[in-house]
């Protein structure tokens, strides 16, 4: 089973940088394709990035292209999402997901395993 845990959340003003963390343990973490997704208040969940098993491909959403980054750590077993020039529509909880599927893309319900969720709040 595997278990996911973000972490790096916080409150911040536009144009800043922020990072967040997922730590992963319970299974081999350069198997799985790791993606991030958000939800704001009252919004649907919404696809940020992902990145596929052994680092292969990387995608991103329309909204954050450009301006967030997703890297992982094998070592660490841990995937991160950079994210730079934030701006207060980036204002969400956002999650951790990770996928024994070789392709899941954007799609949410193709991710087995989820994370808790960190909070971002941006400030204009």
């Known amino acids: 089973q595997v278990q996911l845990v973000e972490s790096g959340g916080g409150l911040v003003q536009a144009g800043d940088s922020l990072r967040l963390s997922c730590a992963a343990s319970g299974g081999v973490f350069n198997t799985y394709t790791m993606a991030w997704f958000r939800q704001a208040p009252g919004k649907e969940r919404e696809f940020v990035g992902f990145i596929s098993r052994f680092g292969g491909s990387i995608g991103y959403g329309d909204s954050v292209k450009g301006r967030f980054a997703i890297s992982t750590d094998n070592a660490k077993n841990t995937v991160y999402l950079h994210m730079n020039s934030l701006k207060p529509e980036d204002t969400a909880v956002y999650y951790c997901?990770?996928?024994?599927?070789?392709?899941?893309?954007?799609?949410?319900?193709?991710?087995?395993?989820w994370g808790q969720g960190t909070q971002v709040s941006v400030s204009s």
């Open positions: 997901a990770a996928s024994t599927s070789p392709l899941p893309g954007m799609w949410a319900t193709r991710y087995n395993y």
